[in-house]
């Protein structure tokens, strides 16, 4: 049995899902408290890795396991950290949609969450071109978070 929630559904790079299943570690409340640290990133990538080559693998190295190295769970890390702003934005977006097409049947607070989201991209991207070190500004909790070994 195959089971899909299609609104949401549509191709993502590989570091993209990784960091939206991070991001998604906050909660409705983006307490990012949560976030997971820099190690535990790298332990799941890890992880998830040695999972994914293990269930793909050919034939003719049945039982064997398939091992991943340093450098291929440290490229996969790089890249997911380098999408770790976008999730913000596209379920920053998502609440949008929903603040207009909601049917009321359900007490969230779209806009709110969408301004949490949408704040968390804007985060990343001073952070990434360097503006937020610039104007003097602090650097955001998540962004924090992110960073801790």
């Known amino acids: 049995m195959l089971i899909s929630c299609s609104r949401h559904s549509t191709y993502c790079p590989q570091a993209f899902d990784l960091a939206n299943h991070f991001s998604e570690w906050t909660g409705f409340d983006c ?12 332990e799941f990538i890890r992880e998830y890795l040695r999972n994914y080559r293990n ?26 950290d380098s999408y770790r702003g976008f ?16 049917t009321g049947s359900i007490d969230f607070d779209y806009a709110g ?11 990343w991207r001073e952070e990434e071109d360097g503006t937020r070190a610039a104007n003097g500004k602090d650097i955001p909790l998540r962004e924090v978070k992110w960073a801790t070994a």
Do not use: M
């Open 87 to 102: 999730p913000g934005f596209y379920w920053g977006l998502c609440a949008v949609i929903q603040t207009h097409a909601s």
């Open 55 to 80: 269930a793909t693998k050919q034939p003719s190295t049945e039982g064997d396991q398939l091992e991943v190295s340093e450098e291929e769970v440290s490229r996969l890390l790089s890249e997911v």
């Open 31 to 42: 307490d990012y408290n949560l976030l997971p640290t820099a190690s535990t990133r790298r």
């Open 113 to 123: 969450y969408a301004e949490l989201r949408f704040a968390e991209y804007r985060a």
